[in-house]
């Protein structure tokens, strides 16, 4: 190689790192209008948990329409989301976050499907001093000094595990396995279920653990439902449990399935991705959105959803949405610090029950006491922002469709 | 906007670091490690287990010392293999590591993690300029890092590390021991990549496993081919290029109103897919290929035309 062809090697070297960074350097324009408030949303769109991330942006982007539409919060100022794909990682959540909070200069990061996310963007949006809103379950997020900051529109790991030996128990399923995922999420129902079990006159016969993102499954449910227990309490997320459902009907199992939401529903994903003779009789607990009330009935139909659909995860997002909106309103203020404060005050009893953001939000400025209700839950919230009264919907799935059996307290 | 940059330029560092040590072991020395993400996770869980313990500096220098040690065994057991078995073993090593991460839960925390990890220096430097000194600190590591592995790529052991990865039947002909270079290549890249995983701790103050999964390899690998085997400086620049797409993709959905979110998310990584065959097509050899010494070089008087 010569000199000369050094020369421009250099040059194309400059320009090569030029081109590389003009991308980060050129700060793109943004429509941001005169009082927009920016608020902020990380949900997974690729990845593991890609398929829950469309629905809750579905639900977020309408809640967002109706509260501009009808003369958005503050006295006409509009909410502007910016929603962030999270791709199922822990470090993508981070950049996200960090471009929302820096770039966007959001109030607040909602959104956060899976525990890990939530942990890892925790400390960025507290150092920002602004608010962290999450659906995801593990109990650490809540944990440890939040400034008052975090608020979970979720129910917590350790309130699952309970409630799957309550759904065990009622089905008179008295020798049961475990067949979970090693996941945040999954680790802390394990020792609650196990409890509640005990409690209840029941034993564990074997607990098996899996890794995600497993090619297959087989050697585990055949560990799982060998043993021939009444029942298989299967603590999954979607594409897992897809592949165990499918493995335990090929294996002629007769061990009835009861499963987490998370997989076998999945906002409906579940019924659709297997045929009808490996969903029958599954039966699958999770969180239950307020499904009587007109808000959530209205919410469905938005939603473009059949009546009766449980969305568990986009009810969470339009609620997050919702709460911050009506706090602002009730604070007066755009301030995360300020109007954080007024959360419990629109969302928890005392005052008056309403379910419609549009009226709540003309009765939060005509300086009525509210009692929000959400579509995704009541929406009341104790002291570390966990939500309370969490009831969950136990169903089945029958030719296809999910039957709802009872609610669990 | 200038903490979400600073923010970019460690995770560039943390790429290029990785992206450094691969070079080494796959540029320089033709091994090939697609168990790169083992190694970094090595890495990051050392610093994060070690670091209240003996302090930031001693715990990145742990987290080198063990992704080396990691290297040099699994350097052994590869005693017989070259090229194609090779990269099937050190597949097999990255999904080994992040399993033992995964259910090792008395020691790493499994599927929670290790949260709260302290950063360096940050008793002394106050919360507000963190964003800054971070950035500098990663980047003085990277060029820490390049200077060193520059050194080595041009000493001795450099060129007997390319003669080996050109033709080790020649190399061992000439009495030079193939093995013992390939280990030290090994080793070298290895603690390279621990040291990238100490960062990335650090940076995230929060690790789990699911962090460590193999797209970190992938991106380690196009950053090599896109800069040009075995070439540091093409590799810096293929890094940065990588992650800055990565990165700059981001904002086509708050400015464009063609594509929506969910379309986007799908498509960002697809494009810088595209990017990348494309840029194989056109410039096969990377954007900077390695350095090639010619005997005009050392005689510039010579006969030779190139």
Redesign the interface.
């Given at each position: 190689?010569?000199k000369s062809d050094w020369m421009l090697?250099r040059r194309?070297?400059v320009g090569?790192?030029g081109?590389?960074?003009a991308?980060?350097a050129v700060?793109?324009?943004?429509a941001l209008g005169a009082g927009e408030i920016p608020i902020g949303m990380v949900l997974p769109?690729?990845g593991a948990t890609?398929p829950y991330?469309?629905d809750m942006?579905k639900a977020a982007d309408l809640v967002v329409k109706t509260i501009n539409d009808a003369s958005g919060v503050l006295g006409g100022r509009k909410l502007q989301l910016?929603?962030?794909?999270s791709?199922?990682?822990?470090?993508t959540s981070?950049?996200?976050t960090?471009?929302l909070?820096?770039?966007?200069k959001v109030e607040v990061v909602g959104g956060f499907w899976g525990s890990?996310e939530a942990?890892?963007a925790?400390?960025l949006i507290l150092?920002a001093s602004k608010v962290q809103m999450v659906s995801a379950s593990?109990d650490?997020i809540t944990d440890?000094d939040n400034k008052g900051l975090v608020y979970r529109f979720q129910a917590k790991s350790s309130q699952w595990g309970p409630a799957g030996a309550k759904v065990m128990t009622s089905l008179n399923l008295k020798k049961v396995a475990i067949l979970a995922q090693?996941?945040?999420f999954?680790?802390?129902m394990i020792e609650p279920f196990k409890q509640e079990m005990t409690k209840r006159g029941g034993t564990v016969v074997e607990v098996v653990?899996y890794?995600?993102n497993q090619a297959s499954y087989r050697a585990e449910v055949e560990k799982a439902f060998g043993s021939e227990p009444d029942g298989v309490f299967c603590a999954s997320l979607l594409t897992d449990f897809v592949a165990i459902a499918k493995e335990a009907y090929r294996g002629g199992f007769r061990s009835k399935i009861v499963a987490l939401g998370t997989g076998a529903d999945a906002d409906g994903a579940f019924i659709k991705s297997v045929p009808n003779e490996v969903s029958e009789g599954i039966h699958h607990l999770q969180p239950g959105p307020p499904l009587e009330s007109a808000a959530y009935k209205k919410f469905v139909k938005e939603m473009g959803a059949p009546d009766g659909t449980v969305f568990l995860f986009a009810g969470n997002t339009h609620d997050q949405i919702c709460v911050t909106a009506l706090a602002m309103e009730h604070a007066k203020s755009t301030e995360a610090a300020v109007w954080v404060k007024s959360i419990r005050e629109v969302c928890n009893p005392p005052g008056e029950n309403v379910d419609d953001i549009v009226r709540a939000l003309e009765m939060v400025r005509a300086g009525k006491k509210i009692n929000f209700v959400g579509a995704g839950a009541t929406v009341d919230f104790n002291d570390r922002g966990d939500q309370l009264n969490r009831s969950f919907v136990h169903q089945v799935i029958r030719s296809g469709k999910n039957q709802i059996v009872e609610i669990v307290a | 906007m200038m903490i979400y940059l600073s923010t970019v330029i460690v995770l560039v560092s943390v790429a290029a670091l990785v992206g450094l040590g691969l070079n080494f072991q796959w540029g320089v020395a033709g091994l090939v490690n697609f168990g790169v993400v083992g190694f970094v996770a090595l890495g990051a869980y050392t610093a994060a287990l070690s670091v209240s313990h003996v302090g930031w500096l001693s715990a990145m220098v742990l987290a080198a010392a063990v992704s080396a040690a990691a290297s040099t065994i699994l350097a052994f057991l590869s005693i017989r293999l070259a090229d194609d078995y090779l990269a099937i073993v050190t597949i097999g090593f990255g999904e080994v590591i992040n399993i033992l991460l995964l259910n090792e839960d008395w020691l790493t925390g499994g599927a929670l993690g290790i949260a709260n990890i302290p950063r360096p220096l940050s008793s002394i430097i106050p919360a507000a300029q963190y964003d800054t000194i971070l950035p500098l600190l990663a980047m003085l590591l990277v060029a820490l890092t390049f200077a060193a592995l520059e050194t080595l790529v041009q000493s001795p052991l450099g060129r007997a590390l390319r003669a080996v990865r050109d033709d080790p039947t020649v190399v061992s002909a000439l009495g030079k021991p193939v093995l013992v270079l390939r280990i030290k290549a090994f080793a070298v890249g290895g603690a390279v990549m621990g040291i990238a995983g100490s960062l990335h701790a650090f940076y995230l103050t929060y690790i789990d496993p699911g962090q460590f999964t193999s797209i970190i390899t992938a991106y380690a690998f196009m950053a090599v081919i896109l800069g040009g085997r075995g070439s540091n400086l093409g590799l810096l620049i293929g890094a940065c290029t990588i992650m800055s797409l990565i990165e700059a993709t981001r904002f086509l959905k708050d400015t464009l109103s063609i594509v929506d979110g969910v379309q986007l998310a799908a498509l960002r990584l697809g494009l810088v897919g595209l990017g990348i065959i494309l840029l194989l097509l056109l410039r096969p050899q990377g954007l900077l290929a390695e350095p090639h010494k010619r005997i005009r070089d050392f005689f510039p008087d010579s006969e030779e035309t190139h």
């Open positions: 190689m010569t090697n194309q070297l090569m790192m081109v590389s960074l991308g980060l700060r793109p324009g943004f769109f690729t890609g991330g469309p942006k910016y929603i962030e794909d791709e199922t990682s822990a470090t981070v950049t996200a960090r471009k909070l820096d770039v966007n890990p942990l890892a925790k400390p150092a593990a650490g440890g090693q996941n945040p999954v680790v802390a653990m890794n995600p | -």
